[in-house]
Nanobody, 125 residues
Framework: QMQLVESGGGYVQPGDSLRLSCAAS????????VSWYRQAPTRGRDFVSG?????????AYADSVRGRTAISRDNAKNTVDLQMSDLKLDDTAVYYC?????????????????WGQGTQVTVSS
């Protein structure tokens, strides 16, 4: 069974940047479609971004992060990374990565998929 571990979260100010990483163990993450979700206090988990399996995969972004976020794979490191810039107060949340062995996961993640434990991002002035 593959396991996912997120890292890169932290406490930042508005306008700062962060690079979140989702590292897989046990399987090659390139064979999975991966999405990032986030959960703010009092909210459910919201889709942030997704990438299809393979090299040069299809990507998608939530409207709230499009234009200041980029998702990418590093197959040598077996990770999927989320580069976020111009962070805003509303970006404060626990960020989770989720994977499914399918071409495209996107916004369709469920509890049956493989989830990491999350990494906290706090944006505060």
């Amino acid at each position: 069974q593959m396991q996912l571990v997120e890292s890169g979260g932290g406490y930042v100010q508005p306008g700062d940047s962060l690079r979140l990483s989702c590292a897989a163990s046990g399987r090659a993450l390139s064979n999975y479609s991966v999405s990032w979700y986030r959960q703010a206090p009092t909210r459910g988990r919201d889709f942030v971004s997704g990438i299809s399996w393979g090299i040069g995969g299809t990507t998608a972004y939530a409207d709230s992060v499009r234009g200041r976020t980029a998702i990418s794979r590093d197959n040598a490191k077996n990770t999927v990374d989320l580069q976020m810039s111009d962070l805003k107060l509303d970006d404060t949340a626990v960020y989770y990565c989720v994977a499914r062995q399918t071409h495209w996961l996107g916004e369709r993640a469920s509890l049956d998929d493989i989830w990491g434990q999350g990494t906290q991002v706090t944006v505060s002035s």
